[in-house]
């Protein structure tokens, strides 16, 4: 299975809103609403932030909102802020029972 | 709160078996609500599932297409931890480690620290 497709890298400036894409398949994103996004700044585990397609973890600012259309899931981050930069990679369960990962997006904060 | 704490070698030559073990806390390997994965990060192939293990009634195990001849994961609710094995390892296998619990579909919420694993001759 090849990875979700994300832009490699997206950036904005403080208090802007940017918005990350993961595209897959029907197999995949189209097909279940379990998509979730994580966060991953260097030397560190990734982080949960979105799962269910668009529902926060406890302690997850709301300045995080994930969303969905037909094959393409979302993560917009709203009132960017310097402690947003991080890698960010999207997740799908997918119709084999397997979850598939996003290339990851590297956020940069101007 | 849930910590899961891994361990193992992190150095491998080629042809040898990677057993990485997560002892975990806060939480049961044979709970009802959680399933425990392996997943890898390396530079070339970034974040990749491997397989997972999960007790429903009976214990139930999945494995990514492209590993399922090699790798096995093993639950041992003595110790409460969740252990996998990874036969003929090569160079590619060299990667970042992570033991994580997932307790809705595709949902990660617990991460082990990582265990840095490299394969060469």
């Known amino acids: 299975q090849s990875a979700l497709t994300q832009p490699a890298s997206v950036s904005g400036s403080p208090g802007q809103s940017i918005t990350i894409s993961c595209t897959g398949t029907?197999?995949?994103?189209?097909?279940?609403?379990?998509v979730s996004w994580y966060r991953q700044y260097p030397g560190e585990a990734p982080r949960l932030i979105i799962y269910d397609v668009n529902i926060r973890p406890s302690g997850v600012s709301n300045r995080f909102f994930g969303s969905k259309s037909a094959n393409t899931a979302s993560l917009t981050i709203s009132g960017l802020q310097l402690e947003d930069e991080a890698d960010f990679y999207c997740a799908s369960y997918t119709s084999s029972g397997s979850l598939l990962f996003g290339g990851g997006t590297k956020v940069t904060v101007l | 709160q849930v910590q899961m704490n891994q361990s193992g070698p992190r150095l491998l030559k080629p042809s040898q078996t990677l057993s990485l073990t997560c002892v975990v806390s806060g939480d049961s390997v044979s709970s009802n609500t959680a399933a425990w994965n392996w997943i890898r990060q390396s530079p070339s192939r970034g974040l990749e599932w491997l397989g997972r293990t999960y007790y429903r009634s009976k214990w139930y195990y999945a494995y990514a297409v492209s590993m399922e001849s090699r790798l096995t994961i093993n639950p041992d609710t003595s110790k409460n931890q969740v252990s996998m094995q990874l036969n003929s390892v090569t160079p590619e296998d060299t990667a970042l480690y992570y033991c994580?619990?997932?307790?809705?579909?595709?949902?990660?919420?617990?991460w082990g620290q990582g265990t840095l694993v490299t394969v060469s001759s």
């Open positions: 029907y197999n995949d994103i189209g097909g279940y609403n379990y």
């Open positions: 994580t619990r997932e307790t809705k579909l595709a949902s990660l919420d617990f």
